[in-house]
């Protein structure tokens, strides 16, 4: 007979554990909102933080996009040095490195089989380098996972904007993808189609952006060879862009969107009215990415040494983006020895020591916490699992609780003037807005408010001394489900800044 009943549930929709659960007297799970991530979305979400290296025949011609015409020689740095560049990101805190392995001047810095325009037929090494190889196996060895970007539009080739030219790329993406060990991340930019040399041609050519490429293939390429890489472009599927490159993402920040008429090329004010800020009630799970580069430029320009970000511009730029929910992928060029210049290096070294001293302690460590709301009573979902710095273990409210809140009693007063707040988001996004209290004298007073939560947000204040603390959440797309509630003071090696750079 339970077998029966069981059944009979299980066909009206419930999932096998949730009844499951049910049967066994325990409190089911809270049941999903929404889209979720993928194992490869939830993985890339805990990187947070890596690098670009744009490295190529520009580096040496002073240009951001080179024509395509270069003559293979000019590429030839004198001190080429893959694992400075992999040490530097370790560094200063980073998970892994992207490099420019095609950028839209088509020179390859593989010795791909299907160009002449590639390191092969460079000075560098006569002719026998391959950076994309030393860049992978030191990432290998300084423990950073490895992604390419490879440019859809090639400047160099004669067969572009042609029906022969798709089929080349997907050639020289199977060679990435099939030659440097695991690729945590494929990049796909959205320039297509201009001016270009095209073999000699030296014309204008453009494609259709939505239908050319055959983006389904390369997709399908791409889950083939390399199935836990995540694909970025301003179309995702698995990554989307934030819409802007000055290191800023939105502060109500969804990661669904409903990807249904987008492709990668759209035009930025379509995508900007449209996508960049994620959709809430969007179809599929399409997280955003920050892009911002270290420089003014995103190649080496000896003219811009002196206008590096500052320790304060990229802590700034690390609150913008993941502490707005978002990866940040921040750019350091090589220059024309091959290496990382050494004010760049400075400025990176500069954020680690912030980051490492701001968030080394969680003030909110050891505290008393009560909620409104336990969901069913059951200590599985207990709130002092906030603080328990483990994405399995999270605070949750019964279905039809929405809103409420959470306390924490301080062992002591402590000063802090940030607060780091997580969902867990295997379950989806819900958080749409919430306000953070802080009891001083005997009062409670409101010192932060946001809206979105998702993986991360981290709110900046004055800094306050206080014994208690509330998380208000206001409002919500489901029951709550919120695996972080995190207390920090600034490093006396960074200042509180307020500044809102928000789009």
């Known amino acids: 007979m339970i077998i029966h009943i069981k059944a009979t549930i299980c066909a009206m929709g419930l999932s096998a554990l949730l009844v499951s659960n049910l049967f066994a007297g325990e409190t089911p799970s809270p049941p999903p909102c929404g889209v979720v991530p993928s194992a490869r979305q939830l993985a890339w979400h805990e ?29 030839n740095p004198t001190s080429l040095d893959a694992w400075q560049w992999a040490r530097v990101a370790h560094d200063a805190g980073m998970k892994g490195l992207i490099i420019t392995a ?58 572009y904007a042609t029906p022969a030219y798709p089929a080349h790329y997907r050639d020289q993406l199977r060679e990435l993808l099939s030659n440097y060990g695991p690729i945590f991340e494929v990049w796909w930019d959205g320039a297509n189609g201009g001016d270009g040399f095209y073999g000699g041609a030296r014309e204008t050519r453009k494609i259709d952006a939505a239908t050319y490429y055959d983006w389904a293939a390369a997709r399908d390429l791409v889950r083939s060879l390399q199935p836990d890489a995540v694909i970025f472009s301003d179309a995702g599927p698995d990554v989307r862009w934030v819409g802007n490159e000055k290191g800023v993402g939105y502060k109500t920040n969804w990661m669904a969107l409903k990807p249904e008429g987008l492709y990668v090329g759209i035009g930025t004010a379509t995508y900007d009215a449209h996508y960049a800020a994620g959709q809430p009630d969007g179809s599929s799970w399409v997280p955003p990415e920050v892009d911002v580069s270290i420089r003014p430029g995103w190649f080496y320009h000896a003219n811009e040494n002196s206008q590096v970000k500052s320790q304060q511009g990229l802590v700034n730029i690390y609150y913008d983006s993941v502490g707005r929910g978002c990866n940040l992928l921040l750019n350091m060029p090589p220059d024309r020895r091959g290496l990382i210049c050494e004010n760049d290096v400075a400025s990176l070294n500069g954020l680690r020591r912030y980051l490492d001293g701001t968030f080394k302690t969680d003030l909110a460590s050891g505290a008393k916490v009560t909620a409104s709301n336990t969901r069913g009573g059951d200590n599985r979902y207990a709130p002092e699992n906030v603080l328990a710095l483990d994405n399995h273990a999270y605070w949750a409210t019964d279905d039809n609780v929405t809103n409420g809140s959470i306390e924490l009693e301080l062992n002591g007063i402590k000063q802090f003037d940030q607060v780091m707040l997580q969902e867990n988001i295997a379950l989806g996004q819900r958080v749409e807005a919430w306000n953070f209290e802080a009891q001083t004298e005997g009062h409670w007073r409101t010192v932060a408010r946001g809206a979105t939560i998702g993986h991360k947000s981290i709110a900046r204040f004055a800094p306050v001394n206080a014994n208690k603390v509330r998380l208000n959440i206001t409002q919500a797309r489901g029951c709550l489900v919120l695996s972080r509630v995190g207390l920090f003071l600034s490093s006396k090696n960074g200042t509180y800044a307020k500044v809102d750079r928000s789009p």
Do not use: M, Q
């Not at 020179?107 to 380098?129: D, I």
């Open 47 to 75: 990187l947070e933080f890596y690098g670009f290296i744009h490295f190529t025949v520009n580096t040496f011609t002073d240009k951001e996009w080179g024509y395509g015409d270069e003559d293979e020689s000019v590429f």
């Open 102 to 159: 095609k950028h839209h001047d088509g020179f390859c810095l593989w010795p791909s089989a299907y160009t002449k325009h590639s390191v092969r037929n460079s000075p560098w090494k006569n002719g026998h380098g391959d950076v994309v190889k030393e860049l992978s196996d030191a990432c290998r060895e300084y423990g950073l996972k490895f992604g390419v970007y490879l440019s859809p539009w090639d400047r160099n080739r004669a067969d």
